[in-house]
């Protein structure tokens, strides 16, 4: 059970904050709910505490989960390469991992993204996944290590900074 001024994380959505504990009625059924605030975007979410764990509401990672993301998205022993496979499906798989309560999903989309961006020219619709991975992982992080989201981002991108910067070794 969350308490009032937690934060919290919401799948997709990203870092939160509980405002209050109310309780509503809803179709005739008084509904205890968490009322979280998303950080990013200030939007207001009913969470049903009964049912909180069931949608994926979950604590902010601790320090050493954070670094274990960190240190994930640096080893890139798991990455198959781009395959060729179908984006319609690709986007799915991605679409779904985006929407896990587990971080090392959200990880995971970044990676691939990060890593195919090397080999084509990523589409609109993986620019915008990746901007959605990146600012779901930074926010998250930025809390758990207690650091400014950017200085998280600028840590995330010289992880990837032989790809990242590929065009800018042309004296740019």
Known sequence: MFSVGELVVYPAQGVGKVERIE???????AT??????????????????KNAENVGLRGVY?????KGILSYLEDRSDFAGYT?????????????????NNLHDVAYVLKELILIGKDKELSFGERRLLEQAMGL????????????????????????????????????
């Open 62 to 66: 601790s320090p050493t989960e954070a």
């Open 32 to 49: 205890e709910l968490f009322i979280v605030r998303i950080l990013s975007n200030n939007v207001t979410l009913l969470v049903p505490v």
């Open 137 to 172: 992982i930074t926010l998250e992080l930025s809390f758990a290590l207690q650091q400014d989201q950017d200085a998280i981002k600028i840590a995330i991108e010289d992880l990837f900074a032989d790809i990242l910067h590929k065009d800018n070794d042309d004296g740019e």
């Open 84 to 100: 060729g496979q179908n984006w319609n499906r690709r986007y799915r798989e991605y679409s779904e991992r985006l929407k896990s």
């Open 23 to 29: 309780t509503q009625e809803i179709g005739g059924v």
